[in-house]
């Protein structure tokens, strides 16, 4: 069964602090990695892809990837009450839906930004 | 219009009802998909249109039938559904490039499904 794990939450962090999501997936042979951000009642928007292990910072999010131990994360530095909202881990897995492989999405962690 | 619409953006229906979600993206991308969201499950994708080859899920019920025309309209419709049913139903495109590497998906709206 190929699996991405995502800790449900909530995560409550104070505004201005860094808010660390983490996300596991099953498939070593995945090569695509995406954040994507949910509000409540709204569809899910992209925030970060990464496709190669170490690092890749934009604006006040910084993504990262370590295949070796099948494992990325998103910091939210300077964390503000509108960055509320459910964030999804999106790992591809190959040989699934297809020959470039698709998405397979974690239930999201729940992430409260407090004033 | 820009970006992934779909309509309509709720639907009530009763279990014998035949209805059709619509999708449209206006992105120029060559792949489609259908998820499925229901509440405290992750997505689900439910059917893939991509490089003009229609990729099933084999848990998705026969009551769930997509339809893609071309590369820019997706449909999927729905006849006999069951309560269970009752979920966020998510369209998305994308574009397909190298092998192996999935690109970014965007996102349309949604469609609100309840089934009575």
């Known amino acids: 069964q190929k699996e991405v794990e995502q800790n449900s939450g909530p995560l409550s962090v104070p505004e201005g602090a860094i808010a660390s999501l983490n996300c596991t997936y099953s498939?070593?042979?995945?090569?695509?990695f995406f954040w994507y951000r949910q509000y409540s009642g709204k569809s899910p928007e992209l925030i970060m892809s990464?496709?190669?292990?170490g690092d890749k910072e934009d604006g006040r999010f910084t993504a990262q990837l370590n295949k070796a131990s099948q494992y990325v994360s998103l910091l939210i530095r300077d964390s503000q009450p509108s960055d509320s909202a459910t964030y999804l881990c999106a790992v591809n897995m190959s040989g699934y839906g297809g020959s470039q492989g698709n998405l397979i999405f974690g239930k999201g962690t729940k992430l409260s930004v407090k004033p | 219009e820009t970006g992934v619409t779909q309509t309509p953006r709720h639907l009530v229906m009763g279990m014998t009802n035949k209805k059709s979600l619509k999708c449209e993206q206006h992105l120029g991308h060559n792949a489609m998909y259908w998820y499925k969201q229901s509440a405290k499950k992750p997505l689900e994708l439910m059917f893939v249109?991509?490089?003009?080859?229609?990729?099933e899920n084999n848990s998705v019920p026969s009551r769930f039938s997509p339809e893609c025309p071309n590369s820019s309209h997706l449909f999927l419709h729905l006849h006999t559904l069951q309560p269970e049913d009752s979920a966020l139903y998510l369209c998305?495109?994308?574009?397909?490039?190298?092998?192996?590497?999935?690109?970014?998906?965007?996102f349309g709206p949604g469609t609100r499904l309840t089934v009575l």
């Open positions: 998305a495109s994308s574009q397909e490039k190298l092998a192996g590497y999935t690109d970014t998906q965007y």
């Open positions: 990464i496709y190669s292990n």
């Open positions: 249109y991509s490089l003009e080859e229609r990729v």
């Open positions: 498939d070593r042979g995945s090569q695509s």
